[in-house]
């Protein structure tokens, strides 16, 4: 189960050219290219200096299992429990094909949201989906919900709606209460909710790759508020920023909705989350949680979002 907060208090290839890119003075120019399977990379978004906004870590609480059941049998895809050296994180020119993404425009209500959510999860399946079955893994969209009520039920047990649940994520399912959006905070802020979503379903890579449960199985071992089983949580909610910003650095200036100035937005609002803000232990502090986000934000390479591999310090 994960859960994605906002609140000011309480607390989202084929080829080998290089180019540089354009860019404003606030950011470097930074070259990218490379091949990756199945897709082919252009430029990716430079590096920026960030800003400030405020918005929380996320938090996350155990799935019901330490590996799912519902793995496909085998003689198909099947997951790969492992971390460091899961087969996705090896190739350095691997990332996610350059894209366009169309996305409804911003309007803080229910059914604009419903909407807008709806439109970015097919853009993350248009993503993710090649990218894990060009590794032979058991790709399948996350449901998609967005409950109404002050609470909503799990499979990792009843949720309660408010400042600190923004979306949430267990099991394959995907939930994303607009009451906890906190639009009256935000307010036409369409990056932000975009980034926030894509770590959502950022967990839901990990899930179809098998780093979720091989993750939990550390975290289970060493106890969940061990000082080992608090790292491992650290690794896994920053890696799934760093899937974050890979995917808004692979979609912005393609041509789709998804601006530059959306990405600016979500780049400066990452170092306002993390657990210097929240005040746990299982995020990672809010440099952290920045930098990792911005590691798969510039250059798009998913060797980058390695955390299993990372030092403790990188991670802390």
């Known amino acids: 189960m994960i859960a994605l907060c906002l609140g000011a208090a309480a607390l989202?290839?084929?080829?080998?050219?290089?180019?540089?890119?354009?860019v404003s003075s606030d950011r470097d120019p930074v070259a990218d290219g490379g091949s990756i399977p199945p897709a082919t990379l252009s430029n990716t978004p430079s590096e920026r200096t960030g800003g400030s906004s405020s918005t929380s870590s996320?938090?996350?609480?155990?799935?019901?299992?330490?590996?799912?059941?519902?793995?496909?049998?085998?003689s198909g895809p099947q997951k790969v429990f492992k971390l460091a050296d899961h087969p996705i994180l090896q190739d350095p020119a691997a990332g996610l094909k350059n894209r366009v993404c169309n996305l409804p425009g911003w309007q803080s209500n229910q059914a604009a949201a419903e909407a807008f959510f709806t439109a970015a999860s097919q853009c993350l399946d248009a993503a993710w989906g090649p990218f894990l079955e060009y590794y032979n893994l058991p790709f399948t969209p996350p449901a998609l919900h967005f409950p109404t009520g002050s609470s909503f039920q799990t499979e990792c047990g009843n949720i309660q709606v408010g400042i600190a649940t923004a979306a949430y994520?267990?099991?394959?399912?995907?939930?994303?209460?607009?009451?906890?959006?906190?639009?009256?905070?935000?307010?036409?802020?369409?990056?932000?909710?975009?980034?926030?979503?894509?770590?959502?379903?950022?967990?839901?890579?990990?899930?179809?790759?098998?780093?979720?449960?091989?993750?939990?199985?550390?975290?289970?071992?060493?106890?969940?508020?061990?000082?080992?089983g608090l790292e491992m949580a650290r690794r896994k909610e920053l890696q799934a920023q760093c899937f974050s910003g890979m995917f808004l650095g692979a979609h912005v200036d393609r041509g789709g909705t998804i601006t530059r100035d959306m990405y600016d937005k979500a780049w400066d609002d990452q170092e306002t989350r993390g657990d210097n803000t929240s005040g746990s232990r299982d995020h990672g502090t809010n440099a952290h949680y920045a930098?990792?986000?911005?590691?798969?934000?510039?250059?798009?390479?998913?060797?980058?979002?390695?955390?299993?591999?990372?030092?403790?310090?990188e991670v802390s």
Request: net charge negative.
């Open 169 to 228: 994520y267990c099991e394959n399912n995907l939930y994303v209460p607009f009451r906890g959006l906190q639009t009256d905070q935000y307010g036409n802020n369409p990056g932000v909710y975009l980034a926030l979503f894509a770590h959502e379903y950022g967990h839901h890579v990990q899930e179809v790759a098998g780093l979720m449960d091989a993750a939990w199985e550390e975290i289970y071992a060493a106890g969940q508020n061990s000082e080992k």
């Open 12 to 22: 989202l290839v084929v080829g080998l050219v290089v180019v540089v890119v354009a």
């Open 58 to 74: 996320s938090s996350s609480a155990p799935p019901s299992s330490s590996r799912s059941s519902d793995s496909p049998s085998s």
């Open 291 to 313: 930098a990792w986000w911005r590691a798969g934000a510039k250059d798009n390479r998913i060797v980058d979002c390695n955390t299993f591999a990372a030092s403790s310090s």
